[in-house]
Nanobody
Framework: QVQLVESGGGVVQPGGSLRLSCVGSGYDFERYIISWFRQGSPLGRAGVACWHPLDGAYYSDAAKGRFSISRDNAKKTVYLDMHSLTPEDSSVYFC?????????????????????WGQGTQVTVTS
């Protein structure tokens, strides 16, 4: 199984940008679906963006046009580049992993689908 560690969170002003990183360890990292979620109450964890090894990138409506996900399999890292940040983007961001052949729109937004999670990284957008 893969282990995940997130980093890159911090405090940023509205309109600013951050790059989050999710570094994996273990075998076959390139075969895993890696999805970014953020903690949102009362709905629990909400999907933000996802990289599927077969289907590529998947974005939630909140992320489209502002966030970009990319993957470097040699470094076993998935990046989430976030731009035009607003206070509503403040949250703890988690990455999660699972192997599957199911299409990305079926699995990427579902936190219950994923079995491996990182510890999270805090993003705070404030003036």
């Amino acid at each position: 199984q893969v282990q995940l560690v997130e980093s890159g969170g911090g405090v940023v002003q509205p309109g600013g940008s951050l790059r989050l990183s999710c570094v994996g360890s273990g075998y076959d990292f390139e075969r895993y679906i890696i999805s970014w979620f953020r903690q949102g109450s009362p709905l629990g964890r909400a999907g933000v963006a996802c990289w599927h090894p077969l289907d590529g990138a998947y974005y939630s409506d909140a992320a489209k046009g502002r966030f970009s996900i990319s993957r470097d399999n040699a470094k076993k890292t998935v990046y989430l580049d976030m731009h035009s940040l607003t206070p509503e983007d403040s949250s703890v961001y988690f990455c999660a992993a699972k192997m599957s052949d199911r299409p990305h729109h079926e699995v990427c937004p579902r936190p219950d689908f994923f079995s491996q999670w990182g510890q999270g990284t805090q993003v705070t957008v404030t003036s």
